[in-house]
């Protein structure tokens, strides 16, 4: 089975350009999440989409990121413009969905993102 | 909202020793998930162990075990016969059965030293 992958590996940017991540969920995971670690902080959460739909995006930083998931498949995420505070690793994780909670959460290598 | 709390930034065991991780959290509510999470250098993150609330077996998994206090709000991992495998960011993780998100703490660096 295909673990989840994400793209690019690295990203590095200017500030005020355009920058989109992509996460490839398990197959069959209705749940996917979008987390973002800053160097030296806790994994903070961002989004979440059950198939198509954001179930909760409370994490989610101000209007310059927008998270997408058509079809219920893969999802892109992009912060437009980039500022610096951006800089990070973004994580994707994806899950089945349970009715008791302890399905635990699939990651994928996530992607290093580098505003200058 | 729940916090997470690792209040060792690095730590170190020499290979074939003991290592104990400590975490610590908020809550209040009566039943959750906790986990931990291991990432090695420039690799994905993946389980190590998941202890369910209600169980009050602490759960182990291999030379991974947890020494779950509920009333104390602490869950520690521990890793016996640590190899060289074994280096890599720790990450504990709570999750509430009504909800969705995942809550982690700010990791554990763990060095094994051969």
């Given at each position: 089975?295909?673990?989840?992958?994400?793209?690019?590996s690295?990203?590095?940017?200017?500030?005020?350009?355009?920058?989109?991540?992509?996460?490839?969920?398990?197959?069959?995971?209705?749940?996917?999440?979008?987390?973002?670690?800053?160097?030296?902080?806790?994994?903070?959460?961002?989004?979440?989409?059950?198939?198509?739909?954001?179930?909760?995006?409370?994490?989610?930083?101000?209007?310059?990121?927008?998270?997408?998931?058509?079809?219920?498949?893969?999802?892109?995420l992009?912060?437009?413009?980039?500022?610096l505070?951006?800089?990070?690793?973004?994580?994707?994780?994806?899950?089945?969905?349970?009715?008791?909670?302890?399905?635990?959460?699939?990651?994928?290598?996530?992607?290093?993102?580098?505003?200058? | 909202?729940?916090?997470?709390?690792?209040?060792?930034?690095?730590?170190?065991?020499?290979?074939?020793?003991?290592?104990?991780?400590?975490?610590?959290?908020?809550t209040?509510e009566?039943?959750?998930?906790?986990?931990?999470?291991k990432?090695p250098?420039?690799?994905?993150?993946?389980?190590?162990?998941?202890?369910?609330?209600?169980?009050?077996?602490?759960?182990?998994?291999?030379?991974?075990?947890?020494?779950?206090?509920?009333?104390?709000?602490?869950?520690?991992?521990?890793?016996?016969?640590?190899?060289?495998?074994?280096?890599?960011?720790?990450?504990?993780?709570?999750?509430?059965?009504?909800?969705?998100?995942?809550?982690?703490?700010?990791?554990?660096?763990?060095?094994?030293?051969?």
């Amino acid at each position: 089975e295909a673990g989840v992958t994400q793209f690019p590996s690295h990203s590095v940017i200017e500030k005020g350009q355009t920058v989109t991540l992509r996460c490839d969920p398990i197959s069959g995971h209705d749940n996917l999440y979008w987390y973002r670690r800053v160097m030296g902080k806790e994994i903070k959460f961002l989004l979440h989409f059950v198939k198509e739909s954001k179930q909760d995006e409370s994490g989610m930083p101000n209007n310059r990121f927008l998270a997408e998931r058509t079809g219920g498949t893969y999802s892109t995420l992009k912060v437009q413009p980039a500022e610096l505070e951006d800089s990070g690793v973004y994580f994707c994780a994806s899950s089945q969905v349970s009715a008791t909670g302890n399905s635990p959460l699939h990651f994928g290598n996530g992607t290093r993102l580098t505003v200058t | 909202a729940q916090t997470v709390t690792q209040s060792q930034p690095e730590m170190s065991v020499q290979e074939a020793e003991t290592v104990t991780l400590s975490c610590t959290y908020d809550t209040s509510e009566s039943d959750y998930y906790l986990f931990w999470y291991k990432q090695p250098p420039s690799r994905q993150m993946i389980l190590v162990i998941r202890q369910e609330a209600y169980k009050q077996q602490n759960a182990t998994e291999n030379r991974f075990s947890v020494n779950f206090q509920k009333a104390a709000k602490s869950f520690s991992l521990k890793i016996s016969d640590s190899q060289l495998g074994d280096a890599a960011m720790y990450f504990c993780a709570y999750r509430s059965p009504t909800g969705n998100q995942f809550y982690f703490g700010t990791g554990t660096s763990l060095t094994v030293i051969p």
